[in-house]
Structure formats: C-alpha cells, structure tokens
C-alpha cells in the first residue's frame, strides 16, 4: 500500500528565509510524487511533479524539489520565502497518478 | 483557462437528507475524482472515474456513490447525510498518466 508522511504538521518562517518541508512516501515500485498547495478557502494548486529522470525538479513559485530514492523522500524547498507563501502545503505518491495518496499536510506561517 | 467547477462553495445539510455535489470540467479529462478533506488527515478518495458511466471506489466509499452521465460532469452522492460526513470536498480532474491533477475550489458542507 502507498502512503506518505509528512512530519511537520506546522512551520513557521520569516519572510526572506528558506524554507523545507519533508515528504516521506511508502511505495513499492517507482513512485510518481507530487507536492501541491492550498491557499485558504482554495483548491489545490500543483507545484511540482516528479515521475523519472533528473532527481531535482523545479516547480512553480520558485519551489524545487528532490527526490531521494535511498531516502524514500521528496523534499519540497524554496530558498526565499514570500509573505503571499503562507499556506497549507500537501505531498502526494500515487502509480500512474490514477489513485494519489496525499499525506496530512504542513501549515507554513510567514511572520514579517 | 482551464477549470474545475463545484457548484457550491458551501452547503448545509440536515441529517438523513440526500445530498448531491456537483462537479463539471472543461478540460476534456479522462479522468475525474471526489476526495474529502479532513484537518490532520489530508486528502482520502472517496470514488473516482475514468470514463463516463466507469467508477470505481476509492479508500473510503462507505456512505457515498456516484455518477457520471457525461463526460465533463462527475456527481457526488450522499444517499442519506450524517454529521460525520461534515467535511470539505475537493473535486479533481487530469487528463492522464503524466499530468497531475487540477482541483476545484472545494465544497464545505455541514451536516446537522
């Protein structure tokens, strides 16, 4: 079975710091992970996707993640935080994308 | 620009009642989903389609079914609310393997 785990329920960050936010996934074969965000009172908007090739994917918003096998993680970073990023933030694993499997969520707080 | 659409942004229901959300895209997707969206669980499948008339459960049907007649419209279905069935409700759709998803704003729905 998939699932993911994303360990930090809440962070907070000033604006003008990086930021990361951990994904860990439980997946049997190659996984296709993805990390999405959600303003308040929105859907979900799609980041980034990462399915094969190169380990460091970049997104939108100025977001990257990577993708570590060995680790069986996909971390989402981003190297300057903006107050417009506060935000819920959701990674998901699925096969062929028909089914994801979307982890609890991390709340990022941007204090001035 | 491409769009999900639920009809309702918030809906109050009373127990026992037959609730349907609605969701329509006009993207042209294969592919169309019903999660729910629960504090500190993230995102759980409720049912998903991959063509008009197929459906097939997701992680937690109980309690709910479907309907697609047509390809751009998926319903959701509460044959009889309960309280524990307050939640939000994100309708997506993706147009196949390799494409992330695109969600709707998502539907509160109270059941009292």
């Known amino acids: 079975a998939q699932s993911v785990t994303q360990p930090d329920i809440h962070i907070t960050v000033s604006e003008g710091a990086s930021l990361e936010l951990r994904c860990n996934y439980s997946y049997g074969a190659t996984p296709y992970l993805f990390w999405y965000v959600q303003s308040p009172g929105q859907g979900l908007q799609l980041l980034l996707k990462?399915?094969?090739?190169?380990?460091l994917v970049q997104g939108i918003k100025g977001f990257e993640a990577e993708f570590k096998r060995s680790q069986s993680s996909f971390n989402l970073r981003k190297p300057s935080v903006h107050w417009s990023d506060a935000a819920e933030y959701f990674c998901a694993v699925g096969s062929n994308d028909y089914k994801l499997s979307f982890g609890a969520g991390t709340t990022v707080t941007v204090r001035a | 620009d491409v769009k999900v659409t639920q009809s309702s942004r918030y809906l109050v229901k009373r127990t026992g009642e037959k609730v349907f959300l609605e969701c329509v895209q006009d993207m042209d997707h294969e592919n169309m989903f019903w999660y729910r969206q629960d504090p500190g669980l993230g995102l759980r499948l409720i049912y998903f389609?991959?063509?008009?008339?197929?459906?097939e459960k997701g992680d937690i049907p109980e309690g709910y079914s479907v309907s697609r007649e047509k390809k751009e419209r998926f319903s959701l279905i509460l044959e009889s609310a309960s309280t524990n069935q307050t939640s939000m409700y994100l309708c997506?759709?993706?147009?196949?393997?390799?494409?992330?998803?695109?969600f709707g704003s998502g539907t509160r729905l109270t059941v009292v």
């Open positions: 997506a759709s993706k147009a196949g393997a390799n494409y992330g998803y695109t």
């Open positions: 990462y399915f094969s090739g190169d380990t």
């Open positions: 389609s991959y063509d008009v008339k197929m459906k």
